[in-house]
């Protein structure tokens, strides 16, 4: 079965500081997705890469796919408070009908 | 348009209770994926239907079970609760699935006692 770890685990960032959280699968990805968890809460979808090399932006949050390494990142430029809780990677198991997650990387940003 | 809706959002049942979980997908999604997070766990794959037919299931005991009506809406059921059961549930829904992405609800806190 595939497994995505995430690294690191938990990351504190002065406001204003660039981040980069990574994505490891040890499968092949077909598709791998970023979403955001407030704690206790529902999954923010932030980004969704299916093709090799693939990069997409939105607003301050950059997320590339690697698709030889089997790896994507996610980088946060000038981060924000509002940019704190967790971050989750997904990856398409290949059937298209289940998504594997990650264990998921704990973001503080102070003020 | 409205989002994925989850009902209730938190609950209490005893040990050995059965529980049922509401999900309303965005309109026109067919696809409803379940999914179970545990600070342990994290968050795993339960099951996923489409059109009304379970297509995946995850490694989960058969006391966790699932259903889509026509509608498109999913419940699913646990039955003979116990400790470990107590988690955040999650509903996604898609298009037809992955490739179309998910959008998750808001869950549903499921503590048992």
């Known amino acids: 079965s595939q497994e995505l770890e995430q690294s690191p685990q938990s990351l504190i960032v002065q406001e204003g500081k660039n981040l980069t959280i990574n994505c490891t699968s040890s499968?092949?990805?077909?598709?791998l997705y970023w979403y955001k968890q407030k704690y206790g809460e529902g999954l923010i979808f932030l980004m969704m890469?299916?093709?090799?090399?693939e990069e997409k932006s939105h607003e301050k949050i950059t997320a590339k796919l690697d698709e030889k390494k089997q790896q994507s990142s996610l980088h946060i430029t000038a981060s924000q408070p509002s940019h704190a809780g967790i971050y989750l990677c997904?990856?398409?198991?290949?059937?298209?009908?289940?998504?594997?997650f990650g264990s998921g990387t704990q973001l503080t940003v102070l003020p | 348009k409205a989002g994925v809706t989850q009902t209730p959002r938190y609950l209490i049942k005893t040990r050995g209770q059965q529980v049922t979980l509401s999900c309303s997908p965005i309109?026109?999604?067919?696809?409803v994926s379940w999914y179970q997070q545990t600070p342990g766990q994290g968050l795993q794959f339960l099951f996923e239907?489409?059109?009304?037919?379970?297509?995946n299931k995850g490694n989960f005991p058969g006391r966790f079970s699932g259903r889509q009506f026509s509608n498109s809406r999913s419940e699913m059921n646990v039955s003979t609760l116990e400790l470990g059961d107590s988690a955040l549930y999650l509903c996604?829904?898609?298009?037809?699935?992955?490739?179309?992405?998910?959008?998750f609800g808001s869950g549903t806190r499921l503590t048992v006692v």
């Open positions: 309109s026109g999604h067919r696809s």
């Open positions: 499968k092949t990805l077909y598709g």
């Open positions: 996604a829904s898609s298009l037809q699935g992955a490739s179309y992405g998910y959008t």
């Open positions: 239907y489409f059109s009304e037919t379970q297509r």
């Open positions: 890469l299916q093709k090799g090399g």
């Open positions: 997904g990856a398409d198991s290949g059937s298209a009908r289940q998504l594997t």
